[in-house]
């Protein structure tokens, strides 16, 4: 099994810290003990994706990074970027989704490569309509992908 992390980046405008966080990583742990994937897949953005990736990391659970494109991670603050740079050395194998630098929609086309690389899409999502969770969420469902959801 194959498993595609989504998620926003904060919740309560805290990006990993909180009892919110502390609960989400709980239940991401119960379910990737429970479904064993071979591997995950891992967008890399702030928030739950570099706390899965973390998760996996910590559980030995061999994760993909998939970036939507080059400098993905440039204007973050330096403790997050540090953090990404450390999971990158980690991970499985890096796959730059999109050639070149930023533009919006290659955040969409890496939501659609994770869907589209995996049997299972875990996510932590609060349901608000809008927003690269919510896109990648509803992809999911309309490919046929089980979805399983964490709500913060």
Not at 8 to 20: C, F, K, S, V
Not at 141 to 148: E, M, N, T
């Amino acid at each position: 099994m194959r498993i595609a992390f989504t998620g926003h980046r904060q919740i309560n405008g805290a990006y990993d810290l909180g009892p919110e966080w502390q609960k989400i990583c709980e239940a991401t742990v119960e379910h990737l003990t429970r479904l064993n994937p071979e591997y995950c897949l891992s967008g890399m953005a702030v928030g739950y994706d570099l706390i899965a990736s973390e998760i996996c990391s910590a559980m030995m659970i061999p994760f993909i990074a998939c970036v939507p494109y080059v400098g993905h991670h440039l204007k973050w603050p330096e403790h997050a970027q540090e953090k990404y740079n450390l999971l990158l050395s980690k991970a499985r194998e890096t796959v730059i989704v999109s050639p070149g630098g930023y533009a919006a929609y290659k955040n969409m086309i890496r939501n659609h490569y994770l869907v589209d690389n995996s049997d299972l899409v875990l996510g932590c999502f609060d349901g608000r309509p809008g927003g690269g969770t919510a896109e990648a969420v509803n992809y999911a469902k309309k490919v046929g992908r089980w979805v399983v959801i964490i709500k913060p």
